[in-house]
């Protein structure tokens, strides 16, 4: 029996256009495709970077160069080509703004069409927007507020050229330049970002906000997040993106890094809904992403994601565990439909006694798409008394998707402690009629048990982020679960 | 780098050629297995090719303590890849044969064709190892209908010395609704510090059920390499428990392929590494046709210096509906020093399924320990009789004669 059989509104959301799927008209400043030490020494120059930082790039190149792509993910596509990517691309006028009202008229409608103006983020949730349109930031709001807390929260560019001693001191400081493929690219020739530092014992009064877009046609996007968070300090940060619709596919190799001091404590949100392909799989971006945080003594991070785009996912937001009793958390709601494929999870490295981690992964599968957990909870000889807990679940819309498990768990502490549980199923016959004798629609139904199957992880995202999650959730369900 | 490569390659090569007894062995584009490569990520080989070993001429001595020798069984023995006629009772027996794979052979080569290099050999360089060195091992053809468990067949594998490298290669065949009982032992002396690298692939039919027990206890520093794969056709049922009660290093790897429906495996696993000790057991089912079920259950204990490896993959196959699939993965780390790696899979391709894996790493209750000692109980005792607790379930599905033989060894060890 085919799953249309079952249910006929599965097909309607696997032939779903992509709702986000626009360009908006912004005349871009872009050099030529191809990646050279020329370009290099070109896309710094353009980004008025000191002399450090272009040497950085470089050495991350010629490192780069010696690394081969990785092919162990349980993912399959075909190969980029790395000369044929552009690797900057900006708008042409570069507004320099205090406030959101000098924002061109052009990108202040995208941001409408989104959903996420940023007024009324402003004004309903007191969020501090640095909105990234093709790699350089246009518009920052709520800077003066932050600044008199001593809290910088500014675009990468913006951090290398006024923060350059703190930056330098980080930049690469958790996920090294030679760490994989990606990041090894990522740090020749990341464009822009965030930077963010919380000074000591200061709790940043707002949620901080990034959004992502992918713009110009065959532009690549290099992000490089920079988080710090001093001793005793406390930030959230949430990051989202939507992406328009392409033919060809666009490579988003992005970095973030986070430094959490002693006793401080970070959270990290993301919304993930870039372009996933049309229902043949043609087109979609190609999300090789490379998050790290390491936390010192009593520290915690805290990453939740709710992952709905992208063709290819291969993301593993992790937490270094190096100070005693600190804590890393992971909460994920990872869902695919048409010919999306992910490859997603999170490593858990205890090095410090008494260290805690905790992994919640829910997996949603539909239409013909592959989903993969892969974690890595690892306690080493010195994490006495470190504890692990880590529940995957995945749930399968359709007889035609996949869902897999792959957690490597690594012991050498005999004090530690690890549980690893993981279930995979369906929606039972026995809760939907349940549902359905109760008045619902189908529709309902499946929206009200996959919602509830979910719940565990939309829970942990900020209020003001959890409007936009469901939202997103809703839209990429939508047809098949409420 | 490349030269190195190669260098590498030439070192492997004639390592090989000793190992296997041929000129030329044909690897099939295969090459060693390195931490590069995922299914070995843990597992370092490569020591083994500072040692040379070659396959023996001729048997050496037989242990003098021979297992279980109270057990009423058909017996084959088998030393250093040879058979020991003297001291095996094969039978013909209800058009059964209980016999070896080098008589079956000579008597109708075309076995040779149907059972090929064996399930393994063009995916594992260790299996074509094994094809490109195979020996003689126990083979054993069950026809349609015929009930032989009553009495259970007992392999014994032997390595008698040093620089032996053997391949014994053992074949089973049940037709439809036959039913038999394996118990493949292996040993090794104390001077053992070769390799033993063994096949052996089952054919279970129609309703036909086949109980296997694995027991490796090997003394000395040899190596181990088994290769076991079991293809099971609709409604029948397969029962492999196997027990690693003593090995210097060892990598197992049990296959199971469910290719026909309502097909029911239940595979049951332990291990206990000691110093300087490494034991890997891989294990992956196929469930490739619906209603299928299997439920596996694997138990480790890690010593002071030794390392474990559990890496278990449960695959369900696009329209394999329905299949019910459980595993269970339960390790104690005893000591410091003491490593376990795990990996549970799950590789889900159909929707209507229930499947499930848990995985738990820890320590023995100290509130139990310090329970049983206000009881009265020596602290030794007590850590005994939790560690005979802990390993019960995974080794309840071995006759009692080889479960006390296994316990023995792993309470031994507790108690040093």
Redesign the interface.
């Known amino acids: 029996m085919s ?1 249309s059989d079952q249910n006929p509104l599965l097909d309607e959301f696997t032939q779903k256009e992509y709702e986000f799927g626009f360009t908006t008209d912004i005349e871009s400043d872009r050099i030529p495709p191809g990646l050279t030490d020329d370009t290099i020494r070109l896309l710094s120059a353009k980004k008025e970077e000191p002399q450090w930082m272009l040497d950085w790039r470089l050495k991350a190149f010629e490192t780069w160069k010696t690394m081969e792509e990785p092919v ?1 993910a ?1 993912v399959d596509y075909t190969p980029l080509d790395y000369q044929k990517i552009c690797y900057y691309a900006a708008p042409k006028s570069k507004p320099q703004l205090d406030s959101l009202d000098d924002v061109d008229p052009e990108m202040r409608r995208t941001m409408d069409k989104l959903g996420i103006s940023t007024e009324e983020q402003k004004r309903l949730n007191n969020v501090a927007v640095d909105f990234v349109m093709d790699s350089v930031s246009v518009s920052t709001s709520f800077k003066k507020t932050l600044a008199e807390k001593g809290i910088i929260f500014c675009s990468m560019g913006e951090a290398i050229r006024e923060h350059g001693k703190l930056v330098r001191k980080y930049l690469g400081s958790v996920v090294p330049v030679k760490d994989n493929f990606f990041s090894a690219l990522n740090s020749a020739v990341f464009t822009d970002g965030s930077f963010c530092y919380i000074p000591p014992g200061v709790r940043c009064p707002m949620e901080l906000s990034t959004y992502f877009r992918i713009n110009a046609s065959g532009t690549g996007q290099f992000e490089r997040t920079l988080i710090v968070a001093d001793k005793g300090s406390y930030v959230s940060y949430l990051e989202g993106c939507t992406a328009p619709q392409r033919d060809e596919n666009q490579l988003h190799a992005a970095v973030v890094e986070i430094v959490a001091m002693d006793e401080s404590e970070v959270k990290y949100s993301t919304v993930q809904n870039w372009y996933p392909g049309d229902a043949n799989g043609v087109g979609g971006v190609y999300n090789f992403v490379t998050k790290r945080g390491i936390c010192e003594t009593r520290a915690k991070i805290s990453w939740t994601q709710v992952e709905t785009g992208s063709a290819i996912t291969w993301k593993y937001p992790s937490c270094i565990l190096k100070g005693d009793h600190s804590i890393g958390e992971f909460y994920s709601v990872a869902v695919t439909s048409g010919r999306q494929q992910a490859d997603t999870g999170t490593k858990m490295i205890h090095l410090g006694k008494g260290t805690h981690s905790t992994i919640i992964s829910k997996g949603i599968s539909a239409g013909r798409s592959q989903n993969s957990y892969r974690g890595l909870v690892q ?1 080493t ?1 010195g994490a006495d008394n470190a504890r692990n807990f880590s529940q995957c679940d ?1 749930l ?31 929606i039972g016959e026995d809760q939907m009629f349940y549902c359905l004798q109760r008045g619902m629609t189908e529709e309902q139904a499946i929206g009200l048990i996959v919602n509830g199957y979910a719940k565990e992880v939309l829970n942990k995202l900020p209020m003001e982020f959890a409007v936009e999650a469901q939202k997103l959730l809703a839209i990429s369900l939508e047809g098949s679960v409420g | 780098m490349l030269a190195t490569k190669e260098d590498r390659g030439v070192k492997v090569a004639a390592w090989a050629a000793e190992a296997t007894g041929r000129t030329n062995p044909d690897f099939a584009g295969l090459t060693f297995p390195t931490s590069r490569d ?1 299914r070995w990520r ?1 597992t370092r080989a490569s020591n083994m090719l500072g040692r040379a070993m070659h396959p023996a001429t001729a048997p050496g001595s037989a242990p003098a303590q021979r297992p279980l020798p109270n057990l009423d069984a058909h017996r084959l023995v088998f030393v250093d890849g040879h058979f020991m006629a003297a001291l095996s009772t094969g039978v013909t027996l209800d058009g059964a044969y209980i016999g070896t794979w080098g008589e079956s052979i000579k008597a109708n080569p075309g076995l040779l064709k149907t059972w090929g290099r064996g399930a393994f050999a063009d995916k594992e360089w260790f299996a074509a190892l094994q094809a490109e060195g195979s020996q003689d091992g126990a083979c054993i053809y069950v026809p349609k209908g015929v009930d032989i468990s009553s009495k259970p067949i007992v392999v014994e594998h032997h390595l008698s010395g040093a620089g032996i490298a053997a391949h014994p290669r053992n074949i089973v065949c049940l037709e439809a609704g036959a039913k038999a009982e394996v118990l493949l032992w292996t040993s090794a002396s104390a001077e053992a510090d070769g390799l033993m690298n063994l096949a052996f692939d089952a054919r279970v039919d129609e309703k036909a059920e086949l109980k296997l027990e694995f027991v490796q206890d090997e003394a000395g520093q040899s190596a181990h390499v088994s290769h076991l794969h079991l293809t099971q056709a609709a409604d029948s049922k397969i029962e492999v428990h196997t027990a690693t009660a003593r090995a210097h290093w060892l990598r197992n790897d049990l296959h199971i392929e469910q290719i026909g429906e309502r097909a029911n495996a239940t595979f049951h696993g332990c291990f206990a590494p000691g110093d300087g000790q490494f034991t890997d057991h891989h294990t992956r089912i196929d469930h490739a046709m619906p209603d299928g079920t299997s439920s596996e259950l694997y138990k480790g204990l890690a010593f002071k210096g030794g390392k474990a490896v559990f890496n278990g993959k449960i695959k369900v196959h ?2 394999a ?1 329905r299949i019910e699939a459980f595993q269970k993965n339960s ?1 104690i ?31 023995f209750d100290e509130e139990a320990v310090f329970y049983l000692r206000s009881r009265g109980m020596p602290e030794a005792a007590a850590r005994r009789l939790l560690t005979q607790a802990f390993m019960a379930e995974s080794i309840v599905g071995l006759r009692p004669e080889a479960r006390e033989h296994v316990e023995a060894l792993f309470l031994e060890r507790i108690h040093a």
């Open positions: 799953a162990w349980h306690m000889a995945s399968l819309m359709s007889d035609t998707s996949g869902a897999h498990t792959f957690p490597y768990i690594e012991i050498s502490n005999p004090s530690a402690k690890v549980e690893h549980e993981a279930t995979t199923s369906r | 995922e843990y696009q329209d509906q390790n780390l005893l000591e410091r020093g003491a490593t376990i790696y795990a990996k549970p899979e799950l590789e889900i391709y159909a929707d209507d399924v229930r499947c499930s894996h848990g995985c738990t790493t820890g320590q």
